[in-house]
């Protein structure tokens, strides 16, 4: 367990339609990112929040957006969901704005996102 | 950011050690190299860090040459639950700075064989 917890764990749901996911980042950690991995791709960056505060944009299409609540979880939702919408999405936390120290990221593990 | 290549899979066997060279010909004075680990249907994991030269932990090694331009992942020992994709990050440490939020490749697919 990582301590980055992110849920559901798989999400199947047709096209059109609206989902959240949502990550709750490892105690301590201010800064949440979210990333979209696709089958046998890599790690995009979409999103990072920092303390409830959007702090960097990544590759992240308008129909997303993200946010970062007061108690530091964060939850990314996805409208308009398209057949290519389809993959992992990944969440991770780190203390700093940026990771600092040995250990940079703490990755959770994934919400899978089915869209039929 | 710094941009890394890597190769793209390698095969291996039991027992065997494995090394896989990570190039950043264009790494900055105040980044850092850190590989991460990322298993099928599972998020990365560090693995190890470094800034110069050596770097040992207890599960692999990192060399860096003075030039910084490269960095090698040693694996020890590899089995076959070391099978996974292996990604190289270069960035900078500092706070507010970008990090390497953005630099995940496509990594290098570990195979390891019995």
């Known amino acids: 367990d990582s301590g980055v917890t992110q849920t559901p764990k798989h999400l199947i749901t047709a096209t059109g339609q609206r989902v959240t996911l949502r990550c709750s980042p490892r105690?301590?950690?201010?800064?949440v990112y979210w990333y979209q991995q696709s089958l046998d791709q890599g790690l995009q960056f979409l999103i990072q929040?920092?303390?409830?505060?959007?702090?960097a944009k990544g590759n992240i299409l308008e129909r997303f957006s993200a946010q970062q609540f007061p108690d530091l979880h964060s939850e990314l939702n996805l409208s308009s969901l398209e057949l290519g919408d389809s993959a992992l999405y990944f969440c991770?936390?780190?203390?700093?704005?940026?990771?600092?120290?040995?250990?940079?990221?703490?990755f959770g593990s994934g919400t899978r996102l089915t869209v039929v | 950011l710094a941009k890394t290549t890597q190769p793209i899979s390698m095969d291996s066997y039991e027992g065997q050690e494995v090394n896989i060279t990570c190039s950043h010909n264009?790494?900055?004075?105040?980044?850092?190299i850190t590989w991460y680990q990322q298993f099928p249907s599972q998020g990365p994991r560090f693995i190890i860090q470094?800034?110069?030269t050596k770097v040992t932990n207890e599960v692999a090694s990192l060399f860096i040459p003075a030039d910084r331009k490269s960095s090698t992942l040693s694996l020890p020992r590899v089995s076959l639950s070391d099978t996974a994709v292996y990604y190289c990050?270069?960035?900078?440490?500092?706070?507010?700075?970008?990090?390497?939020?953005?630099?995940f490749g496509a990594g290098t697919r570990l195979f390891v064989k019995a």
């Open positions: 991770a936390s780190s203390v700093e704005a940026q990771p600092v120290g040995y250990y940079g990221y703490t």
């Open positions: 105690s301590g950690d201010l800064s």
């Open positions: 929040y920092y303390n409830g505060e959007e702090r």
């Open positions: 264009n790494i900055a004075t105040n980044d850092y």
């Open positions: 470094g800034y110069k």
């Open positions: 990050l270069v960035g900078d440490m500092r706070p507010n700075t970008g990090g390497f939020k953005t630099i």
